[in-house]
């Protein structure tokens, strides 16, 4: 069986297991606190986090702050294409077999885009970001967004699937970021030396 066959019948028992529960208090909580991974709260972080800085003079927390930002919004690009030209139910709403894994098409409902989530997008860039210029809190950093993309399965906002793909998204935006600083930065230095 191909992988992602598994992975789909993996989603599919997930959301029977989970669907009776999603309406809960504690899976409530759960899905309530995995809003910290939506744009505008992930945005403000980065914001805050350069504006911070800023008044402290501390031009590693500045760094970290627009790291963020970047990966945070190259991780939004990727998963708005994809969003874009796959069409998958929400666990919560799905209601034939056809509709469990993503497929080609476009359809920007809500409900009809599940695929990839967003929020294990942006959480996995901005924790990506934030630990490579500040290491030492790397363990935390993807803790909590960890816990932001899981966040999401429980009151099946996302499948499993949707979710490694959003963290995969993110992983790779917050690489692409990095690299492109690290070139920035040394093509600083050389203008420096030479003028």
Known sequence: MPTSEVAFAFDKRVRKALLPYRETPPIKAVTWLSQAGDQMQLRVL???LIVFGAARRNPRMVGAGLRMLAAHEAAALTKDWV???AVRSRPRSATSKDTKKPEPGHDTRKEKSSFPSGHAAGATAAARAFSAVYPEHA????????AIALGR???CAHYPSDVAAGAVIGAGSASAVTALWGLARRGAMAALRRG
């Open 83 to 85: 969003k874009r030209r």
């Open 46 to 48: 980065a914001g805050g």
């Open 153 to 155: 399965i429980p009151g």
């Open 139 to 146: 363990g935390a950093a993807g803790l909590a967004a960890g």
